[in-house]
């Protein structure tokens, strides 16, 4: 879609895919910068003020993503009308809660539930807090305290697969493989832990994979074939 915009200006913290692929990037206060509202899943408005003030800043702090749009509205001669956080917050109250029909609950056929066999595990796993997000680019102090990747895995598991803690544990699917060291971890039987977003270009990039997959795990030597099927 990016592709058809004539003209594309981007407001951000970091570089990303966006960035390179904008005319313009202007730069705006980060949250912890500005004050602002959040609105949760259920149309609740929750006003927050900036955590950090101006006068605690080591630099000075960029615009917020409000005043910005303002700025760039009133070149294009469109009359937004909200100049400040205490006219937009106005606005909102104004505009009131949403009272129209609500959304249907989705509709979907559960699939059939994974049977990894000996060699075989369901694939867990979460982004942990610091990793290769772009939040961190430029920031080689915060960078290096991320934690080092490691694939987790129940002692049963781990036996099984022939694999001790502290190997290096292969993990493949369809579209590739990811090796880890292992930390063998109190958890279910048959299910492997990783990182999703820690090593190479995340864990479904470099295996096709998500979780809830069907993966094959082994010694990162004798790692095999991709898992089988599961049919329905």
Same mark, same amino acid.
């Given at each position: 879609? !990016?592709?058809?915009?004539?003209?594309?200006?981007?407001?951000?913290?970091?570089?990303?895919?966006?960035?390179?692929?904008?005319?313009?990037?202007?730069?705006? @206060?980060?949250?912890?910068?500005?004050?602002?509202?959040?609105?949760?899943?259920?149309?609740?408005?929750?006003?927050?003020? @900036?955590?950090?003030? *101006?006068?605690?800043?080591?630099?000075?702090?960029?615009?917020?993503?409000?005043?910005?749009?303002?700025? !760039?509205?009133? %070149?294009?001669?469109?009359? !937004?009308?909200?100049?400040?956080?205490?006219?937009?917050?106005?606005?909102?109250?104004?505009?009131?809660?949403?009272?129209?029909?609500? @959304?249907?609950?989705?509709?979907?056929?559960? #699939?059939?539930?994974?049977? *990894?066999?000996?060699?075989? %595990?369901?694939?867990? #796993?979460?982004?942990?807090?610091?990793?290769?997000?772009?939040?961190?680019? #430029?920031d080689e102090a915060l960078a290096g305290t991320r934690h080092a990747a490691h694939a987790r895995l129940?002692? %049963?598991?781990? %036996?099984?697969?022939?694999?001790?803690?502290?190997?290096?544990?292969?993990?493949?699917?369809?579209?590739?493989?990811?090796?880890?060291?292992?930390?063998?971890?109190?958890? *279910?039987?048959?299910?492997?832990?990783?990182?999703?977003?820690?090593?190479?270009g995340g864990v479904a990039s470099d295996t096709g994979a998500l979780p809830g997959s069907l993966v094959r795990i082994g010694p990162a030597a004798t790692a095999?074939?991709? *898992?089988?099927?599961?049919?329905?």
């Amino acid at each position: 879609a !990016l592709e058809a915009v004539g003209f594309l200006v981007s407001l951000e913290l970091r570089p990303s895919e966006i960035t390179e692929r904008a005319d313009v990037v202007l730069p705006v @206060a980060a949250v912890a910068e500005k004050a602002g509202t959040f609105l949760n899943w259920e149309g609740r408005v929750r006003f927050f003020e @900036a955590a950090l003030k *101006p006068e605690q800043m080591t630099r000075r702090v960029a615009p917020t993503d409000a005043r910005v749009l303002q700025m !760039l509205a009133d %070149a294009m001669d469109v009359h !937004l009308g909200l100049p400040d956080l205490r006219t937009t917050r106005a606005e909102l109250d104004r505009l009131g809660a949403w009272d129209g029909p609500k @959304a249907s609950e989705p509709h979907e056929t559960a #699939g059939p539930l994974p049977r *990894p066999a000996a060699g075989e %595990a369901v694939l867990a #796993g979460h982004r942990l807090l610091l990793d290769q997000g772009v939040l961190q680019e #430029g920031d080689e102090a915060l960078a290096g305290t991320r934690h080092a990747a490691h694939a987790r895995l129940s002692a %049963a598991t781990a %036996a099984e697969a022939g694999i001790g803690n502290g190997d290096l544990l292969a993990v493949t699917s369809s579209a590739g493989t990811v090796e880890l060291p292992l930390r063998i971890t109190e958890m *279910p039987d048959r299910v492997v832990w990783l990182p999703l977003n820690s090593v190479g270009g995340g864990v479904a990039s470099d295996t096709g994979a998500l979780p809830g997959s069907l993966v094959r795990i082994g010694p990162a030597a004798t790692a095999g074939e991709a *898992p089988k099927e599961v049919e329905a």
